[in-house]
Each structure stands twice: as structure tokens, then as C-alpha cells.
């Protein structure tokens, strides 16, 4: 049963390009969960994704930056005219259907998104 | 609002001393809590959970208790390897978001 499976690994863009992560979860998961997490800090909560629904975006920027999660195929988060500030790891991660938020969370390798 | 304080690193010992993280929380519901490693260049995962007041949770020697009282949910291990080198967050959960401590850099020397 494969995990959490995020792509690129590893993405370099340069400031003003757009930079598109990849997050496909685990078989059967049906909520998404998109991380930050900035060198030396902990993570921080950007959005809550079910399939065609966006469910908490609390976390996220208000410029530049959105998520989807299609019926079809994986989840996306695009950031938009990216900055140096916007170098992190991202990380997915997903739960299966039932309690939501109270499930575990299973975790993708990350994103290192690198802005040059 | 909901949070985690979780103990600063960076922590350094020996092989085979005794770990202890601290971690408490702020909750205006009932949360979950957990704890995750994430070792270098990957993702984080789950190491242990409790779920209701009193739980403890434990898995590869480490152990930590859900204390209502003091809104604690320490971390313990009684005699730590070096492949227990990584960082370890706190984090707490009462519905559609988890909320993740700052991290506890820990390394193990021989």
C-alpha cells in the first residue's frame, strides 16, 4: 500500500515563476492537508482539502497562493509569482474518511521548493 | 485559540540516557494529541497517540500520557539510541486541524 506521494521532491524557480506541488494520498483517503514548513520552524497549517471542496483554508496566504483537489487525480497547490519567502518544504498530508480531523495524519516526503 | 508550547532544542545526550520533552497544550474542546519524528529529509510520522484523558501512547520504547489536568502531554524514553536522532513535534487535534509545536531538534551521541 503505497503512503503519501508528493512530486517534485525538489523544485528550483525563480522569483515571479509559478510553482505547482503535487500531492496524490493514500489509497481510500479522502481529506488533504497542505503544510509549510519554514528552515528551523515548525509547521504551519495551510488548508484542508476534501474531494472538490475546500474545507479550512485558514492558513493560506490571501495572495498568490491555492489549492485544489479534483475529483480526478491528485491534489495541487500552486503558488503563484513566487518570492524568496515563499522557500520552504511543503508537506501533504491525508486521513481517511469518518472522524476528519481526528484521524491521524499520514505524511509525504515534502516539496523543498527552493526560490532563487 | 487552540495551541501547542513544546520544550526548545536543541537537546543533546548520551546513548542510553533518559529523554524528556515537554509539551503542553491549550484546547477549548477534546483533543487528540501526538506525536510525530520526522528524521532528516523526510516526511513527519506518527510515533504515538492518545486520544482521550488518562490514554498513554506508546511505540518504540518512547511513551508519553494525556494529563487533563496539567494539559500535558510529555514525551519519555528510558534509555535513548542514536538512531533516535531527529526532530519531534507535539500536536493536537480537535476536529479539522492539527496543531504542530515549534519541534525538538534531539541528538544522541555514542
Not at chain 1, 496566504?61 to 513566487?82: D, N, T
Not at chain 2, 483533543?31 to 510515533?47: A, H, K
Request: overall charge neutral; charged content about 20%; proline content about 6%.
Amino acid at each position: 500500500n503505497a503512503g503519501v506521494m508528493q512530486n517534485p521532491r525538489h523544485l528550483v524557480r525563480r522569483r515571479g515563476q509559478e510553482a505547482r506541488l503535487r500531492c496524490s494520498p493514500m489509497k481510500g483517503h479522502s481529506h488533504v492537508y497542505w503544510y509549510r514548513q519554514l528552515p528551523e520552524e515548525g509547521l504551519k497549517f495551510m488548508v484542508y482539502l476534501q474531494k472538490e471542496n475546500i474545507i479550512d483554508e485558514s492558513g493560506m496566504p490571501k495572495e498568490r497562493f491555492s489549492a485544489e483537489f479534483p475529483k480526478e487525480g491528485p491534489s495541487i497547490l500552486r503558488i503563484q509569482q513566487v518570492v524568496r519567502g515563499d522557500s520552504a518544504a511543503y508537506f501533504c498530508a491525508s486521513s481517511p474518511p469518518g472522524r476528519g480531523g481526528y484521524n491521524e495524519q499520514f505524511f509525504g516526503p515534502g516539496t523543498r521548493l527552493t526560490v532563487l | 485559540g487552540d495551541s501547542v508550547t513544546q520544550m526548545e532544542g536543541p537537546v543533546t545526550l548520551s546513548e542510553e540516557a533518559f529523554l524528556t520533552i515537554n509539551c503542553t497544550y491549550t484546547a477549548t474542546g477534546y483533543p487528540s494529541l501526538f506525536w510525530y519524528v520526522q528524521y532528516p529529509g523526510e516526511g513527519l510520522q506518527l510515533l504515538l497517540k492518545a486520544t482521550k484523558a488518562d490514554d498513554k501512547g506508546s511505540n518504540k520504547g518512547f511513551e508519553a500520557t494525556y494529563r487533563k489536568e496539567t494539559t500535558s502531554f510529555h514525551l519519555e524514553k528510558g534509555s535513548v539510541q542514536v538512531s533516535d536522532s531527529a526532530v519531534y513535534f507535539c500536536a493536537l487535534n480537535t476536529g479539522n486541524q492539527f496543531y504542530f509545536g515549534t519541534g525538538t531538534s534531539l541528538t544522541v551521541i555514542p
